[in-house]
């Protein structure tokens, strides 16, 4: 599967869960580590487990295999680790205070709910 069919899914999982400002980087050329950041928030502790769950389950059931997940007890900054798309599920208190999105300000948005929708 490429990154990019992988990285919908995630999206779409996340958007299937009511996540809040689901945003995504392209981080090509930018981190060796991961092609794709998908940064989201939720606004309590069981919206931002449930949508790290469903992220999870629906990257395995199209074969896949997640790397790691860390931070799913706390609620509070889950991290989903798919290899070439990493996953941030946010607490809103806590997405505003690590401001990924700046600290990473030079990496382009990747419009991926336009191609969702067709």
């Known amino acids: ?5 992988l990285l919908k899914i995630a ?3 996340a958007d ?3 996540a809040e400002d689901i945003i995504v980087l392209n981080m090509k050329g930018i981190s060796v580590i991961t092609d794709y950041f998908l940064i989201c928030h ?3 502790d069981k919206q931002v487990q449930a949508i790290a769950r469903e992220i999870k389950e629906k990257v395995e059931e199209n074969g896949n295999v997640i790397r790691r ?5 706390e609620a509070r900054w889950v991290l989903v680790d798919l290899g070439d798309v990493v996953v941030h599920v946010f607490h809103k208190d806590e997405r505003s205070y690590y401001n ?3 600290l990473w300000g030079d990496a382009p948005i990747e419009d991926v709910s336009s191609e969702l929708n067709r």
């Open 1 to 5: 599967m490429s990154n990019h069919s």
């Open 11 to 13: 999206y779409k999982a």
């Open 16 to 18: 299937d869960k009511i």
């Open 42 to 44: 939720g606004n309590s």
């Open 69 to 73: 997940m860390e931070g799913f007890d």
């Open 100 to 102: 990924l999105e700046r």
